[in-house]
């Protein structure tokens, strides 16, 4: 299972589902706007550095090229236009399709300036160069464009037309005014027309390949009624996409088990990969809290691949949330953790632990109008109290003891007997020393040493880690969750919210003071296509 998959909807370029271009799967085509961006800075370097850079540095060349606007300002623009390019590549605000035509259109700018570079250069000095000489750099600036930046191919073989064009016109321009001798007809074509021809063929059909894979891609990307869009994260076994339902334009989150994963694993691993992943989403779909992750649909494709669908949450999970703003004020943690609670205390209820309570499985979000909403995430580890962690049955052999080491309870460190659902409690006591320290419990060097410390250590007060007031009460209670022995924790995730409810020295979270915070880090992404 993946552990510490992000369910965030992570901010990146906006992608339209309105043109040509979404025959390449979204991702490729945020990928071709990050490629642009590096092709646009290493033109304008390379264009200085090689194109200009020498003439300024030679003096008899420097002066008649300063000299003439026609020679310095192309020069100029090429440079210029290729930070221009690069600068709004940056802007998330520009989507991944205007991107990627806005591309086309710098191809064949970037074009024209290399022409000019190689063709309007002084007549004196070494810098001069004939088109008949050779192919010009333009041929090179096409092939590669059309190859790194996927385009549709009619695009792709429009813009690379009019690229080529660069070489001829900028001959014709330079002959025209004595820059270059005159060729004749013959000449002309067969040196600056005809192998260019041949450049945009080529171009074309690699732009043709380099497309086609990525609709094949996009296929490939397909499950069920749903269209993955963007990999949000991933973990050991398994990965998570934003993806889309083909007519409801329903955001949703799917997980599915890595494809390196499920293809490198014997054939009797992938029987239980399948099985402990029909068991995690079959466990989701029984939990009707609303503290607890909701599933909509999963199933099986023709290949095999498992995969569920899940709401697609808005917000951070408790490791980014930390991590990023620093540790939470008591009573904001404590009313997270009675949150948590509402959801473990259903699936104690009827026999389950979670067994991988931590930060990346918390998930903090906007719910509707309401903001700081729990949503406990990853039950691939959940498994009926009455199994014991020795004898495992064969879907969880291979992690016998399971979870994460920083919020493993001692009896699941150790392995010795037999886990219920105050386990868990021992994890949420990690979990709320996190949120209110920012630090874990024991810091050790392995995971080995960590397991041990959760065995034999005695934690230190939160107190002692943070300059922030830690209330005693809450603080007293974090170490009995803390507890070694399970009898001494409180005995039951019902009984441990009641407690957390009744912290006579917690004020309240101020709901309203929630809804500024949210505001103003995480405020309401505009309404847009597919989204709710």
């Known amino acids: 299972m993946a552990h510490g998959m992000p369910m965030t909807e992570t ?17 490729l085509l945020a990928q071709s706007a990050r490629r642009l961006r590096a092709m646009a800075l ?44 690069a600068w ?16 086309l259109v710098f191809q064949v700018v970037g074009s024209f300036g290399i022409a000019c570079a190689e063709y309007l250069q002084p007549s004196t000095g070494s810098s001069l160069r004939s088109p008949m000489s050779g192919l010009s750099w333009v041929a090179v600036w096409v092939l590669g464009y059309s190859i790194a930046v996927p385009s549709p191919p009619r695009w792709a073989l429009v813009a690379g037309f009019l690229s080529v064009s660069a070489v001829p ?18 000449r002309f074509f067969l040196h600056l027309i005809l192998p260019y021809l041949l450049v945009v063929l080529i171009a074309g059909v690699g732009a043709r390949l380099v497309y086609s894979l990525g609709a094949d891609l996009k296929r490939a990307l397909d499950l069920g009624s749903y269209r993955l869009v963007e990999r949000l994260g991933q973990g050991g076994m398994g990965e998570v996409w934003r993806a889309q339902h083909r007519l ?33 989403a079959q466990t989701t779909s029984r939990l009707q809290s609303p503290h607890t992750i909701g599933l909509f649909d999963y199933g099986v494709e023709d290949d095999g691949a498992f995969y569920y669908v899940m709401k697609l949450l808005d ?10 703003f620093g540790p939470l004020p008591v009573e904001r943690a404590v009313h997270l953790l009675k949150q948590a609670c509402h959801s473990l205390a259903e699936a104690h209820a009827v026999g389950l632990v979670h067994r991988d309570i931590t930060p990346a499985n918390v998930f903090v979000c906007r719910y509707g109008r309401d903001v700081d909403f729990v949503k406990v995430l990853d039950f691939g580890l959940v498994k009926p109290q009455a199994w014991a962690t020795v004898d495992d049955d064969g879907v969880t052999r291979a992690d016998r003891v399971g979870g994460t080491p920083a919020f493993m309870s001692p009896e699941q460190a150790v392995g010795d007997r037999q886990i219920d659902g105050r386990s868990d409690l021992y994890s949420l006591g990690c979990l709320a020393y996190w949120m209110v320290t920012g630090t874990l419990v024991f810091q050790k ?29 809450f603080e007293a209670l974090v170490l009995e969750c803390l507890a070694k022995q399970p009898e001494a924790r409180p005995v039951s995730a019902e009984a441990l919210a009641q407690r957390l409810d009744q912290l006579s020295d917690v004020p309240a979270w101020d709901m309203r003071q929630a809804r500024a915070w949210w505001d103003l880090h995480h405020p309401v992404a505009p309404a847009g296509p597919g989204t709710e």
């Open 11 to 27: 901010p990146g370029r906006r992608l339209s589902t309105s043109s040509q271009l979404t025959t390449l799967p979204p991702a």
């Open 42 to 85: 290493l033109y304008s370097f390379t264009f200085f550095v090689a194109g200009t850079l020498p003439v300024l540095i030679l003096p008899a060349e420097r002066t008649e090229f300063l000299g003439s606007v026609s020679r310095w300002l192309p020069s100029l623009l090429s440079v210029l236009s290729g930070l221009l390019v």
């Open 88 to 103: 709004l590549t940056s802007r998330p605000s520009l989507s991944a399709e205007a991107v990627v035509r806005f591309g």
């Open 169 to 186: 016109v900028v001959s014709a321009v330079a002959m025209a005014n004595d820059a270059m001798p005159l060729a004749t007809p013959l």
């Open 248 to 280: 409801l334009a329903r955001p949703a989150a799917v997980k599915l088990i890595r494809p390196e994963v499920f293809d490198n694993a014997t054939g009797q691993r992938q029987s239980e990969l399948r099985m402990r992943f029909e068991r995690e």
């Open 315 to 324: 917000g951070f999970d408790l490791k980014r949330l930390v991590e990023r």
């Open 445 to 473: 060097s392995t995971p080995m040493a960590v397991a041990v410390a959760h065995a034999q250590a005695v934690p230190d007060p939160p107190s002692q880690r943070t300059e922030l007031p830690i209330a005693a009460s």
